[in-house]
DNA sequence: CTGAAAGCGCTTACAG
DNA sequence: CTGAAAGCGCTTACAG
């Protein structure tokens, strides 16, 4: 096996890469949408009023059978389509959604924009993604703007400061859901919101690890929303007190697994680290890796646990125990709650989403025995 | 260290999830937007007519000062912001792009999207996303009817068939541009499109596993967007026939490590199989755990690469032999040709996009010496 | 069951 | 430099 850097040398090699452009018959200048049949040709073939058009295009129940025949078959040769910017300004409502997040790709962001992306296009919405590049309030407030411009409902992630400064810069008035961190108050003012048990999940992974028989857990967190303690670490200190161990301090990580490597390096000297908590299965990942280097053996000598039970984590060797998380369902009860909330169609009630599930792999185990531990001082 | 099942026992907890729907100050049933200040309220508020207003918020240079500064004065103090949609349907133009895409979680995909986003962001343009759920025809067909309803731009990742079948369906006349595999001939007709060079890739990654001294080079595909070879069959398979070497039938692995699993577990029962190359890394982190199942040591006895070179590749144990392709750059490059075709700014100009880049790190190596391999028949 | 009118909030020529 | 008119493609009352 090659060296223990993480980033041998890489060979940067040669290889093609291509682009075509062409403009052929791209559409007039500027314009970029078809300006195709309007109701209006439709009710001239069909020889009615371009009203009735509009009745039969929205299922109205009083059209004559033989009309809305006649209109059909006009919208069908005419290959007309509804302009959804038109309905949008003339009915005042746009069955879009746009999602505001400051990240796209980690896996428990990408996982609830599945959820919503899946539940929007169930109930015919369009999907638009706003991104928090920065938590500065100016930027933070110019982001949210340009969403609600679009006119449809919002749904913000709140699991970092851009996203809890995006919810709260929403203006009163328009349709949001915030999907946020476990509140210990309501966070956003007088909204609906939807969140996971964080801190019950990160209270049972602590459990598992302790009832293995590590004497204390030591804590990678991934980054919070506010300056309060995260629910994640508030779960973790709480399983230790209650078992009457020292709480050590907590690590800061970040999101990747770059930031679980710097972490895992450090705690890796300690040879009183037997049991690491991983605020995601990335850190996880990172610190693993920065154990092995050090010889560490996970889990003979290190047990480490993650967070999230990303897709890979059960193929990783060792595979990860983790905590599952169900964020698609949580984007799903966040789409079908705005969902509520602009149609008016029910009272905004709960839906159910499911509980946070403990997955024990091989990452965990007993501490080594006693002897080990002394022996290797 | 646990048996050697990848997914044990699951321990199902107890947790708690919240929701809470609270209908307060909610806006009116059914109306989505905002029903604030228009352009006229501002007219009546500055004293000017309501053209005026809209010259001013366009930036037209003929406009008195004194004048321009009441009306910007008026905004500000009523809070205007101009109707996304009274502005596209006025114009013609929206400003908007939404990506066509069969999936928004693998990592090629997730960071197209990306760079889609990042560009699109920096241009202002608001960025939707509609999922290919199906490749069927039709399916593909409405989905395709209800992105361009939007208005917008199009840009649509060709990597899959229901993408293929996308490009193809997008109405004549729609700024489009199509991600695509590496294309023999042109794919979508007279349209621009992006790509990179997928075969390039895949024939480098495998002449570097053949310079290690292995005799040949199996390869896990993952699924191809149309029935001809895929460009990165194409590239491994040119490799050894460039060496020499039989080229060995392509196992299908599918998108994620369940279907790498399944593909190692056959490729470990041959011991004759000494490097192993995988359609993605994902594929390669189910391969590797399959070979570590079956006792089989990577890279000792068995190499391994990938390709995109996903973040955690470089963590992983062994840390992976990957090919890096600059997908966030590709999703940079789509929009840049998409914005040029719809403001025809620009003579869709060839962008800049990165080339393929082999990292070599720990899962590739050279050969078990001849006994090794007689031996462990 | 179906038509004629007014309007959603803006832009684009056309006048002055 | 600034106003008055027509219109983007639809919906929503209002008439019959």
């Given amino acids: 096996m090659g060296g223990g850097a993480v980033k041998p040398g890489k060979k940067g090699t040669q290889g093609e890469t291509g682009e075509q452009g062409r403009t052929g018959e791209q559409g007039k200048p500027g314009k970029t949408g078809k300006s195709g049949p309007s109701i209006r040709d439709v009710a001239a073939a069909a020889d009615v009023s371009y009203?009735?058009?509009?009745?039969?295009?929205?299922?109205?129940?009083?059209?004559?059978?033989?009309?809305?025949?006649?209109?059909?078959?006009?919208?069908d040769e005419l290959g007309f389509r509804r302009s959804a910017t038109a309905l949008a300004l003339a009915s005042g409502r746009s069955r879009s959604v746009t999602v505001l997040t400051a990240n796209t790709t980690h896996y428990g962001y990408a996982a609830i924009l599945q959820g919503i992306e899946e539940e929007a296009r169930r109930s015919a919405y369009s999907l638009g993604i706003?991104?928090?590049?920065?938590?500065?309030?100016?930027?933070?407030?110019?982001?949210?703007?340009?969403?609600?411009?679009?006119?449809?409902?919002?749904?913000?992630?709140?699991?970092?400061?851009?996203?809890?400064?995006?919810?709260?810069?929403?203006?009163?008035?328009?349709?949001?859901?915030?999907?946020?961190?476990?509140?210990a108050t309501p966070p956003g003012g007088d909204r609906p919101w939807v969140w996971t048990d964080d801190r019950a999940a990160a209270h049972e992974a602590t459990r598992h690890l302790l009832a293995l028989g590590h004497e204390t857990v030591h804590y990678v967190a991934i980054p919070s929303s506010t300056r309060r303690t995260a629910p994640r670490t508030a779960g973790w200190r709480a399983a230790l007190r209650e078992a009457g161990a020292s709480a050590p301090r907590v690590i800061q990580g970040g999101w990747g697994p770059a930031g679980g490597y710097a972490a895992g390096r450090?705690?890796?000297?300690?040879?009183?680290?037997?049991?690491?908590?991983?605020?995601?299965?990335?850190?996880?990942?990172?610190?693993?890796?920065?154990?092995?280097?050090?010889?560490?053996?996970?889990?003979?000598?290190?047990?480490?646990?993650?967070?999230?039970?990303?897709?890979?984590?059960?193929?990783?060797?060792?595979?990860?125990?983790?905590?599952?998380?169900?964020?698609?369902?949580?984007?799903?009860?966040?789409?079908g709650l705005l969902h509520d909330v602009v149609e008016q169609s029910a009272r905004v009630a709960p839906h159910p989403?499911?509980?946070?599930?403990?997955?024990?792999?091989?990452?965990s185990g007993p501490p080594p025995a006693r002897e080990d531990a002394r022996r290797s001082r």
């Fill in 130 to 183: 706003a991104v928090l590049e920065s938590a500065d309030e100016s930027a933070v407030r110019a982001v949210v703007q340009r969403a609600a411009d679009t006119g449809g409902g919002l749904v913000v992630i709140a699991y970092d400061p851009a996203g809890v400064g995006a919810l709260r810069a929403v203006p009163a008035g328009l349709p949001v859901v915030g999907v946020v961190e476990t509140p």
């Fill in 51 to 75: 009203q009735t058009v509009s009745r039969v295009i929205n299922g109205h129940p009083s059209v004559k059978g033989s009309t809305r025949e006649r209109v059909l078959a006009a919208i």
């Fill in 353 to 363: 989403v499911s509980v946070p599930e403990l997955i024990v792999r091989e990452s």
């Fill in 266 to 335: 450090r705690l890796a000297g300690d040879p009183a680290v037997t049991a690491i908590l991983c605020g995601n299965d990335d850190l996880a990942l990172g610190v693993i890796r920065a154990l092995h280097e050090a010889g560490r053996a996970v889990p003979g000598e290190v047990s480490v646990a993650g967070f999230d039970d990303a897709p890979g984590s059960a193929y990783l060797t060792p595979s990860l125990t983790s905590v599952r998380l169900d964020f698609a369902g949580l984007g799903r009860a966040a789409f």
